[in-house]
């Protein structure tokens, strides 16, 4: 692959073989969403560059749209065909008098959701996080439930409340119960809690009764996009008994303004963990030549200050084994479903994806440099999740950040987005 | 009011005191999708009725889309202003010359989905259902869990596979496993069930961080829609501890072409049951003039048999109270939002809303009258739900009906909807 023509420093996170997805706005034209895609400190008009290069219709209508469903719904062979384009616009020297008016410094757009959320599913498929878990929520029982190394758990979240990477968290109100107590009580949240998690982009549909096998995962699935699933561990605890979380996770989950589209993550595939017990054949990826473990390094900052480095190829369960799980009884996918991975939690401390893991339940509470210490979150709180990946020849792709501040119950209402 | 110009008998169940709201085609425009209203046995072409009478922008305009969202996004002040430009039309003479062409006899049209679903919840409110599948389930143990008469359980179910009544539903796949066996197989469900549920159609939009209160629940609420929850019990059975039902929900709900308007069930309304628990504030109907308990009569068929006659009026969480604590922790409401009610059980044999308990988990087949049994479905059949409520003067309405016959596992896709 050739260079870009723009200059960018050899450990760019946003270089030429990364290219994410994203919807920005202008502020002379904020009504005005556009595709935009990142490159260096810049983003690009892909729509407009799309025109000044007289690109292929195919090209240019998906690249022309306000949000990336269309272009989700097109399908691999086009998101191959994008994707070439995009790369010939940055690196051939013949389309940079075209294209360059196109790029707009990144620090003066406004970042949008990518993509009008279709179904959002929430797995559970870190071994860490879910026996944790486990011991807190359900002690004196085996951490892992009998299922979890038969299939990979999960469930759906609300769709409405998905909202972009710094939209402020309001903190919600609820019932919440301590097991000493007779009855619950009513009030904000005192166990506020993130889930760094990996989230997966469905583009191609497929239609009711149709699964999805393993090997058609890359037909399927456009890119990748952090998120984080904000959650109320109080509100959990008591409602999640016998249908699964409802309030303590369906107030916001915050996702990142950029798509790693699936090709740029050619370097990080990596096996997954080996199998304790055997998947059955509708999830066996063990004699397939290409799993869909991937080598994500995630970070986790609260209020700048790194408190976990959670490793997402340990995951047991990959995404192509959760797309196919999803899809076996025959339930269909539309452009624009969003599947996260579950909190990515490895096995040491200081690893883990939420903080009710970090701080154990309260009793080891994280040190912060101002001096002041943190089971849960406060108002005021911000928290960041980034991540990294393996590109070629030994550099590193970003997957950006998806970031939000908890604001106080109560806080004045935030427009719908 | 008046009566109809349209000769109807008395006891029509879609009546001008009903006048629920579809989206149609016709045979000779399959791909014109039009908003219809129901009237005796025809359906009137509510957008062509507003241009023929000249009808205010405010009308016409949300009458003239190929789906209710923007009539439920409209808000209650403008489905007051179109319900009356409808009893108008059908009731004043003065508009028959107009409106009479824009009536197409309900056989010759193909119904669809009436809305676009956007998120979708499921609540679990009848205390006698609750009971019911908390002794099958988790046979032992105390049938409600604690939290149940404190708060409305629900869960997100999946809205991609929300479909209308009439498509077949084929019987999914998965995993499932007996208490005896060591590890799950896999295949078609053997334990395929119905749940009997009414919908809720959210209409306005509320922000993000906003609580909806139990008496602004008509401000948001459009209508009332009948509902099955298709339901593999094994399933469910296998994959539900921790986080709750997926896949053994998620191939397949069945919606009714009608949404009835909440204006129609004023006759319905009725007191919600004792509470046995004082409901919190943010819960409690205690002290309220007029509560929203409904007194819907629902019917169940199988294979043409009535087999179980539920009585929504006995419901535990009314749905004022349902919408109050979905939003209690700030989550948003989007127009065409989707909640029901949970299956309706009543107390005897008989009012059961699912055949789990019908059959009592197999051990107390239904008898059909060809001579067969039932514990659970078997593929060919079909299930049909209706319900009717109280009209003004003694009438009823109808909410019609929502159907389905299963197909085996494997059988030919079908197309997204």
Redesign the interface.
């Known amino acids: 692959m050739t260079a870009c023509w723009l200059e960018l420093p050899d450990d760019a996170l946003f270089g030429v073989h990364n290219l994410p997805y994203g919807v920005f706005t202008t502020p002379d034209e904020p009504s005005r969403r556009r595709i935009g895609v990142a490159i260096g400190d810049y983003v690009l008009d892909a729509g407009a560059a799309a025109h000044a290069t007289q690109a292929l219709r195919e090209v240019a209508a998906p690249l022309s749209a306000p949000a990336l469903n269309p272009l989700l719904a097109a399908g691999r062979p086009v998101w191959t065909q994008v994707r070439a384009a995009l790369i010939a616009w940055l690196t051939d020297a013949d389309h940079r008098p075209a294209v360059e008016p196109c790029l707009l410094p990144r620090q003066d757009v406004a970042l949008h959701l990518p993509f009008e959320v279709?179904?959002y599913?929430d797995f559970?498929s870190s071994e860490h996080h879910a026996t944790n878990l486990?011991r807190l929520?359900?002690p004196g029982s085996e951490p892992l439930?009998p299922?979890w190394k038969?299939?990979p758990?999960?469930?759906?979240?609300?769709?409405?409340?998905v909202?972009v990477s710094g939209t402020p968290v309001?903190r919600?109100?609820?019932?919440r119960?301590a097991p000493d107590q007779d009855?619950?009580g009513?009030g904000p949240s005192r166990r506020l809690d993130i889930e760094a998690e990996v989230g997966f982009v469905v583009g191609a549909?497929s239609?009711?009764?149709?699964?999805v096998p393993l090997d058609a995962f890359a037909d399927h699935v456009f890119g990748v996009c952090l998120v984080n699933d904000w959650s109320?561990r109080d509100?959990q605890a008591?409602?999640?008994?016998?249908?699964?979380?409802?309030?303590?996770k369906?107030?916001?989950t915050s996702l990142a303004p950029w798509v790693v589209p699936l090709d740029a993550l050619d370097h990080a595939r990596t096996a997954p963990p080996a199998r304790d017990?055997a998947p059955?054949?509708?999830l066996d990826d063990r004699e397939d030549a290409e799993p869909w473990g991937l080598d994500l390094d995630l970070e986790v900052r609260l209020n700048g200050t790194v408190v976990s480095r959670p490793p997402f190829a340990g995951m047991y369960w990959t995404p192509a084994q959760q797309l196919a799980?999803?899809t076996?009884?025959?339930?269909?996918?539309?452009p624009g479903?969003l599947y996260a991975s579950g909190t990515v939690s490895g096995p040491e401390h200081g690893t883990e994806g939420s903080l009710i893991e970090l701080a154990w339940n309260g009793e080891r509470p994280l040190n912060l440099p101002d001096g002041s210490t943190r089971t849960f979150l406060e108002d005021g709180d911000e928290v960041t999740v980034s991540a990294t990946a393996p590109g070629p020849h030994g550099t590193r792709i970003g997957l950006g950040e998806v970031t939000g501040r908890v604001r106080p119950a109560g806080?004045?209402?935030?427009?719908?987005?």
Chains 1, 2 share one sequence.
Do not use: C
């Not at 076996?328 to 539309?334: D, I, S, T």
């Open positions: 279709g179904d599913v559970y486990g929520f359900r439930t299922n038969h299939l758990i999960g469930y759906h979240g609300r769709s409405g409340t909202v309001i919600p109100r609820g019932q119960k009855a619950p009513f549909a239609p009711l009764g149709v699964p109320a509100l008591w409602e999640y008994v016998p249908l699964g979380p409802f309030l303590g369906s107030f916001a017990v059955l054949p509708y799980h999803m076996v009884n025959g339930a269909g996918l539309r479903d806080s004045a209402p935030l427009a719908p987005h």
